[in-house]
Structure formats: C-alpha cells, structure tokens
C-alpha cells in the first residue's frame, strides 16, 4: 500500500561539491560545539580549566598514598608511580569522555528537535572536548616523567599515537552506544556508573598485570612457573582480552620499558607480563582486545545509526 | 517527475508519518523488563496520511491547519528532522536547517561565542562569520555587548541577535516555524521585509504559522491540514478562506451566531462576500491606482425587516483606513424593505485606489437603516494585496503636485520665536 519511506537531498549527480561543502560544514559544526562544549565544562569556575589537571592529580595522590604508603605494595615494576600515574590520566579520558557522550543527545533535545544535522556530530564533539583535555594532560606528564628522566625522548614516542587512536577508537563507539541507548532508558546511565567501577579494577589502572599474577600466585602458594588454577587463569584472561588493559600495559611498555627491544614494542606489552610468568601461555590472546575495539566500534556505530533517525520524536 | 528537474524544490509523494504515543511512560528498563507481555501499549496518532504537493522553486508557501493538524510535522520531516514512516520527499536545494530562531544559543556563551556556534549551526564558516561578524552585531544594534554572556540579554537582545544571525544563512529553500509568534511589532516589520527581500532574490520558502493574515499577504500558495491529511492546496487567498470557512461552519453548527469574526441578528443574512478588479477577475491582487469591486449577495430571512444598509470597513494591519458608513456620507447602498426570501446582490465599487502596496482587508456589515441593528456582520470578509509597482514606501498615492517658483527677495518669514538659532557659540562661558 506505502511504498517505503525515502528522504532524498541535492547529492547525487551534480552533487559531490555539494557533498564536499556539507562535509566542511559539518567538520566544521563538530570543532564549533567541541569548542564550546570546552568552554562551557569550565565555566562559573574559578579555577576553570585548572580542574582537568587537578582531578587526576589529586586521584593520583590518593591512590599513591593508599597503594603505596599505606598497604606498601609495589608491584616491583621500574618507576611505579608513573605507571599509575599514566593509567589514571588514561583511565579519566575514558571514564569523563564516556560519561559526558553519553548525555550529549539526551542533553541537546532542543537543538535536535529543532535543526537538522547529523547526530553524531554531538558525541564525537562531546568526546573531542574530554580529548583536547586527555592530551594536554598527558603533555603534561610526559614534560614529568621526561623531567624525572624516567621516559627518554626518542621514536619509540611515537608508538604512543596508535595506542591512543586504539583507546579513542573504543571511546567513540562506546559513547555512541551508550549515548543512542540514553535517548530512551536513562538506566543506562546508573548501570554503567556500575559498570565503570568493575571496569577500573578490571583494567589494570592501578597495577600492572605482572602484580595480579604475582598476588594470584603468593595466594595459592604456587611456583611461578606453575599454571594457574582454570578459573583463575579464566580472570587473567578476560583482563588481558580487556582493550583497555592492553592499551594502558602497551603505553606503560612503550614508554617506561627502556630496555625491551623494539619487536616487543608495538603490540606485546600486554602479554609481556603473562608470558614472562608463564602463567597463561595463550597467543591467541594477542589480537582479542583489537577485535573487541573493532567490535564495539562497530556496533557502537551501527546501534546509532539505526536509531539516530528516531532521536527527534523520542526526546 | 525527474528528479533532476531544477524546477522543482520540494516534492513530496504519499508521505505518512504516525507517531507512536505510549500509554503509560515506559522510558525505564524496569518497566521493559516487567512488562515485557505488553510491549506494545501505545496509541498510534496518525499525524500524517498521504501527503502529496510539489513546491516549485521560488514559490513562498504558507502551511496552515488548526493545532494538531501535522503542519509543524510536515515541516520537521521536509527539513529531516523527523524520517517519514512512508512516501518519499525530493528535495532540490541547500536547506536552511532550522526552524526558529536562536537554535544552538547557549545563555552561558558570549554573544560572539554564540555567533559562531549558532552560525555553524546554520552553515556559516568561520572565515565568513569572521567577515561577517560587524555586520551581524550592527544589525542587531548589541555592538556594546558583543562579549556578555547571552543568559545576561534581555530577550528582546536575544532575538535581534538571533533574527541578524538567522538572514545571513545562505539557503535556497528556508523552513520557518511560527518566526513571527515572537518579537513586538517592529520587529515582525523586520520579518516582513526579511521575507520580501527572500522573495526578490526568489528563495523558496516555506512558512508554518497561525497567523491568516501574513499566509495571504506573503504566500501565494497555501496548504490547509486537516488531522494530517491535506484538504486544500491552491491560491493563499482561497485556502485561508476555505480554512476560516471550516472555522465558521463548525461556529453554524453549535447554532452560535456570534463567533469571534461573524455576528448579527440573521434576520438578514450575507450569502457571499467576493471582490473583482476591473477585469472581472476575482482574488486579484490590485495594482495601485487600479479599480475594485466588492459584492456581497444578500437574503432576507425576517419579514418584520424594514429597510437596511450596508457598510464596508478598509482596515489595514488591524487599523481602520476608510470607513463607509451612512454618515456622513450621502451616497450608500439601500434595500428597500421586502419579504422574507428576497436575495440581490450589493455593489461597492473604488474606481482608483489610492494604496501603495500592503495588504488590506475588508469588514463588511448589514444593519437596519433606522436603529443600526447589526443584522450580519463579518470580519476579514476579503483579504487581498494592493501591488506598488513603483515599489514606493509610504500608504498612499496623493497625486500632488511639485513645482518651484524664482523670486528677488526672501518671501515669507519665521515668526520671532521660531527664527533660526543663532551659530552656536563655543566653549561653556
């Protein structure tokens, strides 16, 4: 009887200038609400900005002073306080970036209800003002350890840029899955405030995966070379099939382990920990945390697009 | 139709939209998980049941329908906001991609911070809103407040900055939701020359809105919605009178006689109002110093009325322009008494119009001669637009006269206290 919905706009023939300026336009609509939404997170605050850098330092200095302080461990890694350091500052960007995407539909009802565009645009702008702040932050503790002379400066740098693509990569796809599930059932919110505080203890922020094995193997009074129980070893799987274990392990590896060669740079920081103690000896395990940001990635992407079209009558 | 008819801006086939209203607010998991039997308990509300119109590119189009009628439906999905649930919508040209004014503003932002922002919105670049800039904060006479936070704005400032921003956007095809509900008189002035500049330059535009009056003076064409489907397209003078036409016949039914645009006794009734130019030509147009024709057909339904007039009213943006009452005037137009069932027609004629362009309308009023007995009365009996093709401002043509005359001496002088002032002297002494 209907024949199936169709919306078509100037594009097709004589359109790819057309598709060329909506496209710069758009771009451009991204970097104006990223930038106000900048402006706006700080704003009637007399500190202002200078609350991006304090938050994680001052969870830094708690941490320091309850892990390291206080229960005196040390996971016997080199430079201990930076990795948690640089696991905290990663962590936040993740934490903030994800928190505040997921309001960004939710949060522009009238804008959505009354102007035309795609509604992407308002998560990735959300998760580009956490990403201008995530990377000042970390200039700022590289100019630390750099100053500590605990990183040396060098091409090995440079790794840090596909590992920080990787973990922006999973962001996204998770802000636009959460953000499109926000429009609907505000639960999402609550469950997943849940779910970040298994995530933290989860990803290794706070030590290194070497410390898991090392505390799993003084508890079960077993060898280091011996292998684990299969539930337990079930656990240091599922963490090191966590993409942000990986990213935050390969970071710390990139950057602190000075000494390891250059083969070992790229991908393998995150099961360096696991082979050393042959506690899993699993390589299948090494691709599992880059499926699984493709995975959600796509998903992420796919669930929004499906429902994008909707945002407008369900706010 | 080919899509690539350039012709063509908007073209809609059997587009339908429902909407799916929840009976009980079900926006919680909880509720997903616990009622999960009765998944499906909503209302569906048919705001949309196949919608077919073309809009030609330059047209000004005006959506008109009572409240719920889907025209704010219909202009969100033209504008891709809403998706249709089925049909197809061709749209041929950059579309202005808001609906009202002021969209993105932030009250926390500064002016500047939301120009930029909102212009984005609109698709405005940031070198060209740079360019730009002076002119919009000139236009909306904010050149002090350039860098207060907007939440600081009257909102009367608010709207100028949003009405100077939203006319820079470059749109072929513009998309207005009730722009002229807001603002003062002046500042619906401003709209209106907004929209004749967009009919210059022939943008298309289509327009949302309540307001009768501004369909028929700045739209040619009109659509009428009737609970989602469209009951009337044509000329804009034709539909608003169909439309206030539906509003009175649904007055008759409920047996009231005085709604808020007709009333009167009935003892004698109107049974038709229209208006011809010279040509014979209803729902014209006139052209300045051209010639009209009102008539008004006539039915006597009291034989107890005696004789009686007819008055006409010109009213003008609400205002009274002429009034053509009995007095003082000696010529006006008498029916002699007759019996119950006797109809004729009343002629009144202006053989040169003396308006400059604007849009006019009419009252018109059957009374008994002797008391002044409103028999029938109509408000906004004819709406029409009087056309300058001098495009002169002002209200009306004078036909005065210049002329100059050389003389020897000063003629005439200024009384004492209206002498000229002498050359200021300077300093404070």
């Not at chain 1, 779910?195 to 508890?219: I, K, P």
């Not at chain 2, 509003?247 to 645009?261: H, I, P």
């Amino acid at each position: 009887m209907s024949a199936p919905a169709d919306v078509r706009l100037p594009g097709s023939p004589a359109g790819s200038a057309a598709q060329l300026d909506s496209f710069r336009h758009y771009r451009h609509l991204t970097l104006e609400l990223a930038i106000s939404q900048f402006k706006l997170r700080y704003t009637q605050s007399v500190l202002g900005y200078l609350w991006s850098l304090l938050k994680p330092a001052m969870l830094f200095g708690i941490t320091y002073f309850i892990f390291v302080d206080l229960f005196k461990i040390n996971d016997g890694t080199q430079f201990y306080g930076m990795q948690v350091l640089l696991g905290i500052v990663m962590w936040t960007f993740f934490a903030e970036c994800t928190a505040s995407s997921m309001q960004a539909i939710a949060g522009s009802a009238g804008l959505i209800r009354k102007a035309y565009f795609p509604r992407s645009i308002l998560v990735i702008a959300a998760s580009l003002s956490s990403l201008f702040t995530f990377l000042i932050n970390m200039l700022i503790v590289f100019a630390i350890a750099v100053a500590l002379r605990q990183i040396d400066v060098g091409l090995r740098m440079l790794i840090v840029i596909p590992l920080l693509l990787e973990l922006y990569m999973l962001t996204l796809g998770l802000s636009l899955f959460l953000a499109s599930l926000h429009v609907q059932f505000h639960d999402v919110g609550h469950l997943w405030d849940v779910l970040m505080q298994l995530l933290f203890y989860g990803s290794g922020v706070m030590f290194s995966l070497t410390y898991v094995l090392q505390r799993l193997h003084m508890a079960l009074g077993v060898g280091q070379t011996a292998h684990l129980q299969p539930h337990l070893a079930w656990i240091v799987e599922l963490m090191c099939a966590n993409p942000i274990t990986q990213n935050i392990e390969d970071l710390r590896h990139a950057l602190l382990a000075q000494q390891a060669p250059w083969t070992e740079l790229v991908v393998t920081g995150h099961l360096a920990a696991v082979k050393q103690y042959a506690a899993v000896d699993a390589p299948w395990l090494l691709p599992v945390p880059f499926l699984v940001v493709v995975l959600v990635f796509t998903i992420g992407a796919l669930t929004f697009r499906a429902r994008a079209r909707n945002f407008a009558e369900s706010l | 139709m080919s899509f690539d008819d350039r012709r063509l801006a908007i073209q809609v086939e059997g587009l339908s939209k429902r909407f799916h209203i929840p009976l009980d607010h079900s926006s919680t998991l909880k509720h997903r998980v616990t009622h999960w039997r009765s998944a499906s308990r909503y209302r569906i509300l048919e705001a949309l049941l196949d919608i077919n119109f073309e809009v030609a590119a330059g047209e000004f189009i005006g959506i008109i329908g009572h409240n719920g009628s889907g025209k704010s439906t219909l202009l969100k999905i033209l504008s891709r906001i809403y998706h249709p649930d089925a049909g197809r919508v061709t749209i041929n040209g950059k579309v202005s991609p808001f609906l009202e004014l002021g969209v993105g503003f932030n009250p926390e932002l500064t002016a500047r911070e939301n120009i930029y922002l909102s212009g984005a919105i609109l698709g405005l670049g940031r070198s060209e809103l740079h360019r730009i800039f002076d002119e919009i904060i000139g236009f909306a006479e904010l050149e002090q407040f350039v860098d207060h936070k907007l939440k600081n704005f009257s909102s009367g400032m608010e709207v100028r900055l949003a009405f100077s921003l939203a006319i820079q956007a470059h749109a072929e095809i513009l998309m207005m939701d009730e722009v002229l509900a807001v603002g003062d008189a002046s500042f619906q002035q401003k709209c209106f020359d907004i929209f004749k500049r967009y009919k210059r330059e022939g943008r298309t535009v289509v327009l949302v809105t309540h307001s009768l009056s501004a369909v028929t003076l700045y739209c040619e064409r009109a659509l009428l919605l009737d609970h989602g489907r469209l009951v009337a397209d044509g000329p804009a003078i034709e539909v608003t009178a169909q439309y206030r036409r539906s509003l009175g016949l649904a007055a008759d039914d409920s047996r009231l006689v005085s709604d808020a645009d007709r009333w009167g006794s009935r003892d004698v009734v109107m049974t038709g109002v229209r208006m011809l130019d010279e040509r014979g030509v209803e729902d014209c147009n006139p052209p300045t110093g051209g010639s009209i024709r009102v008539e008004l057909g006539y039915e006597i339904q009291n034989d107890a009325v005696r004789d009686f007039t007819c008055v006409v009213w010109l009213m003008r943006d609400g205002g009274l322009v002429v009034s053509e009452d009995r007095f003082p005037v000696s010529q006006y137009a008498l029916v002699g008494a007759n019996q119950r069932g006797s109809t004729g027609t009343i002629r009144y004629d202006i053989p040169h119009l003396p308006f400059l362009e604007g849009g006019y309308s009419v009252n018109v009023e059957l009374q008994g001669r002797f008391d002044g007995a409103t028999y029938d009365h109509l408000d906004h009996a004819i709406r029409f637009r009087v056309i300058d093709k001098g495009g002169r401002p002002g209200l009306i043509e004078t036909g005065a006269v210049w002329s100059v005359t050389r003389s020897e001496a000063p003629v005439m002088s200024w009384p004492d206290q209206l002498a000229a002032p002498a050359p200021r002297a300077s300093g404070d002494g």
